[in-house]
């Protein structure tokens, strides 16, 4: 006669949110790293204009046309992240996959832009005060956005291979925070740099 | 196969071969559990601290007489490398090292959350740890002649400060989202709360220090077309970090400890707790200063906001020694260490704060020189030093299995209660010299003893690290070493095991080990 036992019991699911958790807090700490460089640009522009100068050099240029592009299609990739989120909460596999697609495809699109961007500025970073702070700044957010993309593309890959589901998608909503706190600096860079040179 | 047949991998047969024995190197390098990532933590800030208050010590006897021993470049990296030496590689990890050992026990957790992380995090900040020594010690540190060496100074910086980031991430991701079932956040330990609070302020302000440096070395690198990267000015742009109100976030963690402390080693329920939380709360908001920079904002020190913020510090801090002194009037005080080194932590931050409150008003002209903030300095760094070797003393039965020589505890708690006045009281005094001619004259006999302190100081941290050591020594404790523990950590083995609990009961309270002693009725 056979004995008859117990199965073990299942492994204890993870606790939920950890990794929306760590993400909110990261997302948070990386803002704060462009909070303070754009705290010292605003304090700078403010002084140069106050000693009566203008604050881009002569000779620089920088067209509002590329910068325009990349909010829009920064804006049209929040809806796209979130198209996902919202895909995958709904156990919609082929919509979130597309949705990921497409907003790592803006995410190519902007790093592009901003590369090209920087061709037609004509501010040489070994020149002035201005360069330095545009480049650091416009640069450090050209950073954030290739750990975004590559952040979307590893949580986009998880899910081609069958990882995520309604029940657990913490990687896509922890990739969608840092996403969004990535478009909330650009608003911040177009504001300051951008518009109100 | 049966479904109801034993799994073959859970079987007690010999079908699973032991797997093979790792060295200790690799099993320490290739480790995630917050156990041995914490200890690390905790024995290399240790040794980084008796360097760096030596360090800080060769700074002071430099400034005795009228001609220093050092160049104009060792003088400033020897200055500059101490200061940032003493926040980045002495109290920030050694708070971060306790909280990573201890956090993910007292809120019931198996792990620490991103344990990989919280690895890689700790070797890039040893990494990077050292990088910035021996950019140190070639001139290269901030201010220093030699350019190559300082940016490379200046990437190990941003290094450390992602280390801390990161590994602050993780542990405070583990107080929130890896609690037991039954502990909200107004039950977690007071350990627990002041690292998530000031886990929260480190991760709100030390970016802020990471966007100053890289705008620096961005200059610095680039032929320094503006002033950000010239060696005069360098360091005034990131000395924000260790002036007031900013130096004051890194040592909130050492308030949870010192009130875990106070409630375990008086046996009794810390009193009025909510007032606890507030002051804790209240101090981290009040320490928020990566926005007071006199470099980019000359006149911060006038702003109404940064006056307030330097004068209503000091109440969380008399809040929280009328709840320790309260709960230590309830309970038994038994005459340990951990209790001595807490208090004196708690009286030198006291210092501090109302020596900070004094630096605000404008007629006493304390701010015409550095060297009343070097004081209130050496008073926050000596309180978080004595609060983080009281932790050593409280959790070293939980980390070793074994009791710590107390005697040698107590011996620390003279000398970093000494050491703390000698190195700071001289500095504030020095301060008034625009006000007393005499002072001026007594300039050198008081750098003296302020020399005196940090090298006491040093000598208190390698007294930790001894009374760390002496526990190979010490008699083998019981899960609760003290036999008066309120918090999880007391209820799992000394060392604790991989996993580190077994099956936890649902918390009813803040106190679940007494509850279990005394049960209490559901609401």
Redesign the interface.
């Known amino acids: 006669m056979?004995a008859?036992?117990?199965?073990?019991p299942a492994a204890p699911i993870q606790?939920?949110?950890?990794l929306v958790?760590?993400a909110a807090?990261?997302s948070?700490?990386?803002v704060?790293?462009?909070?303070?460089?754009i705290?010292?640009y605003l304090?700078?522009r403010a002084d140069t204009l106050a000693s009566g100068d203008t604050w881009l050099p002569k000779g620089a240029q920088i067209s509002l046309h590329q910068p325009n592009t990349m909010l829009f299609t920064l804006a049209m990739s929040v809806v796209t992240m979130q198209w996902a989120v919202s895909a995958i909460s709904n156990n919609d596999r082929v919509n979130s996959y597309l949705a990921l697609g497409t907003t790592l495809v803006f995410g190519l699109a902007v790093i592009v832009m901003t590369t090209y961007l920087y061709g037609l500025m004509g501010l040489d970073?070994?020149?002035?005060?201005q360069?330095?702070?545009i480049?650091?700044i416009t640069g450090?957010h050209l950073v954030m956005v290739v750990l975004a993309v590559a952040f979307v593309a590893l949580m986009a890959f998880r899910a081609l291979a069958g990882g995520f589901s309604a029940r657990q998608h913490d990687g896509i909503t922890a990739a969608a925070i840092f996403w969004y706190a990535m478009v909330a600096v650009y608003a911040l860079i177009w504001i300051t740099i951008y518009v109100t040179k | 196969m049966?479904?109801?047949?034993?799994?073959p991998e859970?079987g007690t047969g010999s079908a699973t071969a032991p797997a093979p024995a790792l060295a200790r190197s690799a099993t320490l390098l290739g480790t995630g559990d917050h156990k041995v990532i914490g200890i690390v933590y905790i024995v290399a800030s240790l040794v980084f601290g008796v360097a760096g208050w030596i360090v800080t010590a060769l700074w002071g006897a430099h400034q005795l007489g009228d001609q220093g021993f050092l160049s104009d470049d060792a003088a400033t990296t020897l200055f500059s490398g101490g200061r940032l030496g003493l926040v980045l590689l002495v109290m920030v990890p050694l708070m971060l090292g306790l909280a990573t050992y201890v956090v993910p026990l007292q809120v019931g957790a198996n792990t620490v959350?991103?344990p990989r992380a919280a690895a890689g995090a700790l070797w890039t900040w040893l990494l990077s740890a050292g990088v910035f020594i021996i950019a140190n010690g070639i001139d290269g540190g901030i201010g220093g002649g030699r350019t190559e060496a300082v940016d490379v100074c200046l990437l190990s910086i941003v290094g450390l400060v992602l280390a801390i980031?990161?590994a602050?991430?993780?542990v405070?991701?583990t107080a929130?989202?890896?609690r037991t079932p039954g502990m909200t956040l107004d039950r977690v330990p007071l350990f627990t709360w002041a690292t998530l609070t000031g886990g929260?302020i480190w991760?709100?302000?030390?970016?802020?220090?990471?966007?100053?440096v890289?705008?620096i070395y961005?200059?610095h690198h680039?032929?320094r077309?503006?002033?950000?990267g010239v060696s005069a000015s360098q360091w005034s742009q990131i000395s924000w970090l260790v002036g007031q109100p900013q130096i004051y976030a890194f040592v909130i963690p050492g308030l949870g400890i010192i009130s875990d402390v106070v409630a375990t080693l008086t046996g009794a329920r810390q009193a009025n707790r909510g007032f606890l939380l507030l002051g804790i709360g209240s101090f981290a908001v009040l320490s928020v200063g990566?926005?007071a920079q006199p470099y980019?904002?000359p006149k911060v020190h006038d702003e109404a906001v940064w006056a307030a913020m330097s004068l209503l510090i000091v109440l969380p801090v008399l809040l929280l020694l009328a709840g320790w002194i309260t709960t230590i009037r309830q309970g038994t005080p038994t005459a340990k260490s951990p209790l001595g080194l807490g208090l004196a932590s708690g009286l030198l931050l006291l210092l501090a704060v109302v020596a900070g409150a004094l630096y605000v008003f404008t007629p006493l002209r304390l701010r015409e020189s550095d060297v009343y903030s070097a004081g209130v300095f050496a008073l926050v760094v000596a309180a978080g030093l004595a609060a983080g070797a009281a932790g050593v003393m409280y959790w070293a039965p939980k980390m070793t299995g074994r009791v710590a020589a107390d005697g040698i505890g107590k011996l620390n708690v003279l000398v970093f209660l000494g050491g703390g006045v000698l190195a700071g009281v001289p500095l504030l005094v020095l301060g008034f010299a625009n006000r007393f001619d005499g002072l001026t004259d007594a300039a050198d006999t008081l750098h003296g003893i302020a020399v005196a302190g940090d090298v006491v100081l040093a000598f208190g941290v390698l007294l930790t690290i001894v009374a760390l050591v002496s526990t190979s020594r010490g008699a083998s404790v019981a899960d609760d070493a003290w036999g008066t523990g309120q918090t999880l950590e007391w209820a799992c083995p000394s060392p604790p095991p991989a996993g580190n609990f077994g099956e936890l009961a649902v918390v009813r309270s803040p106190e679940p080990l007494l509850d279990a002693a005394e049960p209490v009725e559901e609401a």
């Open positions: 056979a008859t036992h117990a199965l073990p606790r939920p949110r950890v958790v760590g807090f990261a948070a700490a990386a704060m790293v462009f909070i303070g460089m705290a010292i304090a700078e970073i070994t020149a002035n005060t360069s330095v702070l480049y650091t450090a | 049966a479904l109801t047949d034993t799994r859970s959350a991103f980031v990161i602050t991430v993780c405070a991701t929130v989202a890896l929260s991760l709100l302000t030390l970016p802020v220090l990471v966007a100053n890289v705008l961005v200059d680039y032929g077309p503006s002033d950000y990566a926005w980019f904002y």
